[in-house]
């Protein structure tokens, strides 16, 4: 059964770069068809997609964060990692992982679907 | 960007009573929407995808249903472990916008 972990520090100061890594366990990160994204939530915005990567390296972010996001892959670890520059207290939130099937072919992906399963989530707080 | 509505807020409903939960897409997304529940201090769990497949080990009392950009979930017979969070997402935009609902909280009656 696929598990999914997520790592880094509970808290940043503002202004800082939140780095936080997923760890996959019971698949590989590698496997065809499959996108690794990080969601977020926070009481005033609810869930909100960061981006996501395929182990290719492709990657897609939302537009209102692109400019300060960037997600990169380790398939010799089986990870996966968020970094998330000049931080504010409004990226105070609870940072999740999970996988999402995608619709690639031949190394060009077409669409991306649903999130499962999910890491237990990372409580960050960004504060001086 | 696709916004997506759910209705009410907050449902509340007698255990073995049935809960309809409604998400309306702000444009057409066929039927590439998908339902979580989220108990409290735990992560989205995968109910429906496809508007209406439920997800591995979901029991059958809870269903998807679509009519246009309507979308709803149906749980028959609340059990107590329902009571939850509940959101709904799209994955109709290309290059992906993932967007989710703003949730509906399951309340016990």
């Known amino acids: 059964q696929m598990q999914l972990q997520e790592s880094g520090p509970a808290l940043v100061k503002p202004s800082e770069t939140l780095s936080l890594t997923c760890t996959v366990s019971?698949?590989?990160?590698?496997?065809?068809?499959?996108?690794w994204g990080w969601i977020r939530q926070s009481p005033g915005k609810g869930l909100e997609w960061i981006g996501s990567?395929?182990?290719?390296?492709?990657?897609y972010y939302t537009p209102s964060l692109k400019s300060r996001v960037t997600i990169s892959v380790d398939t010799s670890k089986n990870e996966f990692s968020l970094n998330l520059r000049s931080l504010t207290a409004a990226d105070t939130a609870v940072y999740y992982c999970?996988?999402?099937?995608?619709?690639?072919?031949?190394?060009?992906?077409?669409?991306?679907?649903?999130?499962?399963?999910w890491g237990q989530g990372r409580l960050v707080t960004v504060s001086s | 960007e696709i916004v997506l509505t759910q209705s009410p807020a907050t449902l509340s409903v007698s255990p073995g009573e049935r809960a309809t939960l409604s998400c309306r897409a702000s444009?057409?997304?066929?039927?590439?929407l998908a339902w979580y529940q989220q108990k409290p201090g735990q992560a989205p769990r995968l109910l429906i995808f496809g508007t209406s497949t439920r997800a591995t080990g979901i029991p059958a009392r809870f269903s998807g249903t679509r009519s246009g950009t309507e979308f709803t979930l149906t749980i028959n017979g609340l059990q107590s472990e329902d009571f939850a969070l509940y959101y709904c997402?799209?994955?109709?935009?290309?290059?992906?916008?993932?967007?989710f609902g703003q949730g509906t909280k399951l309340e016990m009656k």
């Open positions: 999970g996988r999402h099937w995608a619709n690639v072919v031949q190394g060009t992906t077409f669409s991306t679907t649903w999130f499962d399963p």
């Open positions: 997402q799209q994955y109709h935009e290309w290059p992906p916008m993932h967007t």
């Open positions: 019971g698949g590989s990160i590698s496997t065809t068809n499959y996108y």
């Open positions: 990567i395929y182990y290719s390296g492709t990657t």
């Open positions: 444009q057409s997304i066929s039927g590439n």
